[in-house]
């Protein structure tokens, strides 16, 4: 069973310009979440997706943050014009709706994303 | 307000030995989830172990249990025989609302980096 996979690993990028990530959840999970995590902060919640639908976003996503889940299998986020302060680790996981009560979210590696 | 509080930036514990991690928590939903997550030097978040608002007994598995106590909103980890290998940062999140309309998000305290001596 092949876990939470995120790719680049890293990246580093200049002002200004476009990323995109991508996250390939565990296999039959329906709901995936990206989170961003600041040095010395725990994670914090930027949007998530039940199957192919986004149904909620945090307001610390702004406009120039975009995410899809086209088919409802792998993610991708995509910030434009980024800024210093997008540096951070971008961290995608995965769960399964199933009407128990853990819900729990498993994690990928992360991508880590520098703005210089 | 902060929902979930984790006061101890860093600890030390033997190898061999316990130790306890605290987390405290806010909500006024009746139903609830905690969760704790390992994160090692490498990024990724590892789940260690969860407590519904529910249930009557607490949550063990393996080396790793949770010492919930309810009335003081707080949910603490022990982990007993430390290893080296325990060495990460530590993570208590809380969901909310258990069920009905809500994305299940977790929110998440600072952390506590762990470190084992041998």
């Known amino acids: 069973d092949t876990g939470v996979s995120q790719d680049p690993r890293h990246k580093i990028t200049k002002r200004g310009q476009n990323v995109t990530f991508r996250c390939d959840p565990i296999?039959?999970?329906?709901?995936l979440y990206w989170y961003r995590q600041t040095l010395g902060q725990g994670p914090e919640f930027l949007t998530y997706?039940?199957?192919?639908?986004?149904?909620?976003k945090s307001r610390l996503l702004s406009d120039r943050f975009s995410a899809e889940r086209p088919k409802g299998s792998f993610s991708t986020l995509e910030i434009q014009r980024t800024e210093q302060g997008d540096s951070a680790m971008y961290l995608c996981?995965?769960?399964?709706?199933?009407?128990?009560?853990?819900?729990?979210?498993?994690f990928g590696p992360g991508t880590r994303l520098t703005v210089l | 307000a902060q929902k979930i509080t984790q006061t101890q930036p860093g600890m030390f514990v033997q190898e061999k030995e316990a130790v306890t991690l605290d987390c405290t928590y806010d909500?006024?939903?009746?139903?609830?989830?905690l969760f704790w997550y390992k994160q090692p030097s490498s990024g990724e978040m590892i789940f260690l172990i969860y407590?519904?608002?529910?249930?009557?007994q607490n949550a063990t598995e393996g080396r790793y249990s949770l010492n919930f106590q309810k009335a003081r909103k707080s949910a603490n980890l022990v982990i007993s025989a430390s290893q080296l290998g325990d060495s990460a940062m530590y993570f208590c999140?809380?969901?909310?609302?258990?069920?009905?309309?809500?994305?299940?998000?977790?929110?998440f305290g600072k952390g506590t980096k762990l470190s084992v001596i041998p």
């Open positions: 996981a995965s769960s399964i709706l199933t009407g128990g009560e853990a819900d729990t979210q498993y």
């Open positions: 296999s039959e999970h329906n709901r």
């Open positions: 997706f039940q199957n192919e639908a986004q149904l909620e």
């Open positions: 909500t006024s939903d009746p139903s609830y989830g």
């Open positions: 407590q519904g608002s529910y249930d009557q």
């Open positions: 999140a809380m969901r909310e609302p258990y069920s009905g309309a809500g994305s299940y998000q977790l929110t």
